[in-house]
Each structure stands twice: as structure tokens, then as C-alpha cells.
């Protein structure tokens, strides 16, 4: 019987190979692209532009304001604009000047500047615009009682006209301030000053009367 090599049989009669190689691992499956989506069509609707474009109708309703705005009109709200306001009161010898807290709130006095002819008393409260970042300023007109204007408002509106030209895109609103300065006077003697006592602070209390006014009547609104 010849002899049996380890090398080429087994116990079953299997030939043993040796040095077999590896299986290589299985290929991952690939998934079909998606299928195109189908195209979608909207209507359009033709038109004929060889005798040019068609006529533009741009139709108005008129709304009578006379009797105030329609009932159920919806309006947006009123933005009340932060920062410091600064309020004046126009003499022909001083100028009271008040200033606001930057909520637009509390008018509080701020110092007196003497009229001068060379225009410093515009330069100097244009630089407290400047200091205090003021978004404001509200000039006092004085009129009288029954409305109208004399001369002191003319005095005002120039007034105001030349300080606007000095602050920029600050704007300058005119008020009307009547017994303005009665109502400081008042407000001073009430507080224990008597009128000698009053000459110093009283164009700035008269500021304060008229910012103050304005101040409550923004409020009012917004």
C-alpha cells in the first residue's frame, strides 16, 4: 500500500490545498437612482405684444379726512422717538433753556444764555445739542390769548430758524406757549421765591413749562 502525503489527502479522502486565497469581501449593492420627477406646467396665458404693451390702470379711492379718519381704520402705532429733547424759551435779553431725561419724560432746567448780537447765543446752545445728544429742540412761541401772533412770535419763528441752521438734521418744532412764563412764575413763588429771587432761574423754569408741555402731549399720543 503506498504511503498517504499529509500534503494531498485528508481523513475523507480531501485534497488539502494549501496556501488557498483569501475570498474577497462582497461588493455593497447599489441602490437605482431616483427616478426623474416629472416636469410640473403651469398655466400661462398669452399675450399679444406686437401692438405694444397693454394700458397700466392704476385706480384711487378718495377718502374724505374732513370729518377725521374712517371708523375701523387699522393704523399703525404712534413711535415715540428716544433721547434727550432740549426746550427754549426765546427772550429778547436771555434764553431759558431746559433739558429732557433720554426717556422723554421729566423736563429739568438747564442754564440761561445771554442774547448777544454776534449770534454766540445760537452757537452756545447748538454745542449743548451737541453735549447732550439732543434729537430735539422745542422752541416756545408766544401768542396771545386769543391766538394770535405778534411780535414776540415773529421773534420766536426767526429764532428758530437760525438755530436750525446751526444743528443740522435736528429738528426744531414751534410750540405754542402761552402763560408759559405765568405758569414758571407761579410754579417759583409756590416754591418760596419771591420775584427778585426769581430773575436768575426764571427763563429756565419757563423752559421747563414749555418742554414739559410738549413732553406730556407726545406721551398723549403715542
Not at 479522502?13 to 427616478?35: F, H, I, L, Y
Not at 435779553?93 to 422723554?104: C, E, F, K, Q
Not at 447765543?121 to 454745542?127: K, M, S, V
Amino acid at each position: 500500500m503506498p504511503e498517504q502525503r499529509p500534503d494531498e489527502t485528508g481523513d475523507m479522502g480531501e485534497r488539502r490545498v494549501q496556501g488557498r486565497p483569501a475570498v474577497p469581501p462582497s461588493r455593497p449593492r447599489q441602490t437605482p437612482p431616483p427616478a426623474p420627477q416629472q416636469p410640473v406646467h403651469h398655466r400661462t396665458e398669452q399675450i399679444d405684444l406686437r401692438a405694444g404693451f397693454p394700458p397700466v390702470r392704476h385706480e384711487t379711492t378718495e377718502i374724505d379726512l374732513s370729518q377725521g379718519l374712517p371708523a375701523g381704520l387699522p393704523l399703525p402705532p404712534r413711535r415715540t422717538r428716544q433721547g434727550r429733547r432740549l426746550g427754549i424759551d426765546v427772550g429778547t435779553v436771555r434764553i431759558g433753556v431746559a433739558l429732557s431725561d433720554p426717556t422723554g419724560t421729566l423736563a429739568s432746567p438747564l442754564e440761561t444764555v445771554d442774547r448777544r448780537r454776534d449770534g454766540s447765543d445760537l452757537d452756545r446752545i447748538a454745542d449743548l445739542v451737541v453735549e447732550h445728544e439732543v434729537t430735539e429742540v422745542i422752541v416756545g412761541e408766544p401768542r396771545h390769548l386769543s391766538g394770535a401772533s405778534g411780535a414776540s412770535a415773529r421773534e420766536a419763528r426767526a429764532y428758530s430758524r437760525s438755530l436750525a441752521g446751526r444743528i443740522g438734521t435736528v429738528p426744531v418744532h414751534l410750540v405754542d406757549e402761552r402763560l408759559s412764563t405765568v405758569s414758571a412764575a407761579s410754579s417759583l413763588r409756590a416754591n418760596g421765591l419771591d420775584s427778585r429771587a426769581q430773575r436768575p432761574v426764571i427763563d429756565q423754569a419757563a423752559a421747563v413749562v414749555i418742554l414739559q408741555a410738549y413732553l406730556d402731549a407726545q406721551r398723549g399720543r403715542s
